[in-house]
């Protein structure tokens, strides 16, 4: 299984134009393609395969006025930006041909020098290293500081390094998991339970346990709203609205850290102590359309869910999926009759065929655990870990401290 470990860059100012122009020469190849593939389609001509695009827009590209500067930086730079052209036209022309599951992908699109998100990425041909003295050795950029929030379990097979909208560098390295180092990390346990996510409580388990949601983005609104204000006071074009436009991304860049950060210890943790796994499959897309917008991206439940998955399928753990039609809050989960549906102030109810009290999220809880055991025995054996895409989200602090801000 592959994952991805992120660490935080401090380059310096040299390093950092190197780096620029590496982000800078990386957009204009895959423009290039794009550009390419676009004038061949409106000319009824055959799209040009790969090897085509890397001698036209790479090799001859270097010998002429126009693009000789595509040789200052690293070869390997603009073939992985070619590469990242072939993927994005092909899972376009996947969803075309109804093959591609998840997300619907676009057409490919030009790439702007003012995105907020730049990266480039190196394999294991193009020589970079990590030197003795900790830092990340990149070709034609040096030798740049790296503070390792925690130890690689193996050797990385590629690194992406990555510019966001706050201005800050991170080093994404896909690493390759030891199944038997996993298995030893969290040993099998006998323990099941059922999540209800909610909004005044993040997570209502089985076992009777109710986790506070955070709520990073309420608590950071008024700050929010200052920057933002800030910002919309500035002159367009002008340096101070950059510097404002910088303030209100490190601000939100905040409360993603903080939220991605409480994701991971909480879904380690549920996974550490759980062998088996239950969650309800909310549509977290229609629930955005509601009035309580806000509070469902704040409490971020598909980020959360999407950890477990990954994690789950690392440690050999089960989760299981119910419906989103079930109806785990209008069932009794003593007897088992359903009571019908209840508005959301009801916070506790009385059953009225065994007269049994519950208190709306615990039951919920429980009846996603009963119905996931039921799946369960109905499919056969447990989940197992098996391989997936390098996830993106893994390492979760970002180089940032952790402790008591998340908790």
Not at 194 to 216: Q, Y
Request: glycine share 8%; with cysteine; hydrophobic share 35%.
């Amino acid at each position: 299984m592959q994952l991805r470990y992120a660490f935080r860059l401090y380059p310096d100012a040299a390093q950092q134009a190197a780096l620029a122009r590496a982000f800078g020469c990386a957009r204009v190849v895959f423009n290039d393609a794009v550009r390419a593939r676009e004038d061949a389609r409106r000319a009824g001509l055959p799209f040009p395969t790969a090897g085509q695009l890397s001698r036209t827009l790479i090799t001859e590209a270097k010998r002429t006025k126009e693009r000789c500067w595509l040789s200052e930086v690293s070869a390997v730079v603009l073939q992985q930006s070619l590469r990242d052209a072939e993927a994005a036209y092909r899972n376009f022309f996947s969803c075309r041909k109804g093959t591609r599951t998840g997300a619907k992908a676009g057409s490919p699109r030009f790439k702007s020098r003012k995105d907020t998100r730049q990266s480039i990425r190196f394999t294991a041909n193009a020589r970079w290293s990590i030197t003795g003295h900790g830092h990340l050795n990149l070709p034609k950029i040096g030798a740049v500081k790296v503070t390792w929030s925690r130890k690689l379990p193996s050797t990385p097979t590629s690194v992406t390094v990555v510019k966001d909208a706050a201005g800050r560098y991170f080093a994404s390295f896909v690493i390759d998991t030891d199944p038997a180092t996993d298995a030893m990390r969290m040993p099998e346990s006998d323990r099941t339970v059922g999540i209800d996510l909610g909004l005044t409580h993040f997570a209502v388990l089985s076992d009777g346990t109710k986790i506070d949601s955070p709520r990073f983005l309420r608590r950071a609104e008024k700050k929010l709203k200052k920057a933002h204000q800030e910002l919309s006071r500035k002159q367009k074009g002008s340096k101070n609205r950059a510097k404002a436009r910088l303030k209100v991304a490190r601000a939100h860049a905040k409360v993603a850290d903080a939220r991605r950060e409480f994701h991971h210890q909480l879904s380690t943790r549920l996974i550490s102590e759980n062998q088996g796994i239950a969650v309800e499959d909310l549509s977290v897309a229609g629930l955005a359309r509601t009035k309580l917008a806000k509070s469902v991206h704040d409490a971020g439940w598909s980020s959360f869910i999407s950890m477990l998955t990954y994690k789950a399928q690392r440690y050999g753990r089960t989760l299981v999926k119910i419906g989103r039609f079930e109806p785990t809050s209008q069932t009794c989960s003593t007897c088992g009759a359903v009571d019908g549906p209840k508005p959301l102030n009801v916070r506790e109810w009385t059953c009225s065929a065994c007269g049994s009290v519950h208190d709306r999220d615990h039951n919920a809880a429980l009846n996603v655990k009963q119905a996931a055991g039921l799946a369960v025995s109905a499919c056969g054996a447990p989940v197992r870990p098996g391989g997936i895409p390098a996830q993106r989200e893994e390492t979760g602090s970002h180089g940032l401290p952790t402790g008591n801000r998340a908790a």
